[in-house]
């Protein structure tokens, strides 16, 4: 096998991001792989893409962003409990994904992402609004799916 393979990153075989990395669409859709996590019992991310996952949804904590939706259904999600109790997270809010830290240089973490963040396609990751507003958008479809086949809001929201 080629070094090129074994070092491609693994992309989505299904939906409106099909072909596109899982990583990417962590850092830059979440509600769509919580989606994923609440609709495709098969789905399931490796490893490194849940640790971005788990970051990502303990930095929407840790910074109280506003969501659209319930935020409960992103933290159950979250595999790394300890992390989420004590609110660990490389990663912080200025808007966009475009800024991180780091509490070592060698955060695991920051360097599986650090292709996107400093890529040329820097600008298509989106700010906090526009995340939201996608955000937004999914989970309208799916509580819209759920009201047509007549599920009640205690079923829709985990109340």
Avoid at 56 to 76: G, R
Avoid at 108 to 117: A, D, N, R
Avoid at 131 to 138: D, E, F, I, M, V
Wanted: aromatic share 12%; with cysteine; proline share 4%.
């Amino acid at each position: 096998m080629s070094n090129k393979v074994m070092n491609q990153e693994r992309t989505l075989p299904f939906g409106k991001y099909k072909g596109q990395e899982i990583k990417y669409i962590i850092l830059t859709h979440i509600g769509y792989i919580m989606w994923c996590f609440e609709n495709i019992s098969w789905f399931k991310l490796t490893d490194e893409e849940q640790a971005i996952y788990d970051a990502v949804a303990i930095m929407i904590k840790k910074d109280n962003l506003e969501m659209t939706f319930p935020v409960e259904l992103m933290y159950k999600h979250i595999r790394n409990r300890e992390a989420f109790e004590r609110l660990e997270t490389p990663f912080i809010d200025n808007n966009s994904y475009t800024s991180f830290k780091t509490i070592d240089k060698d955060n695991p973490i920051c360097k599986s992402v650090e292709k996107y963040i400093t890529s040329t396609e820097l600008h298509k990751i989106p700010s906090f609004p526009d995340l939201c507003s996608g955000l937004l958008h999914s989970m309208n479809k799916e509580v819209d799916r759920a009201y047509c086949n007549g599920e009640a809001d205690e079923d829709i929201f985990d109340y």
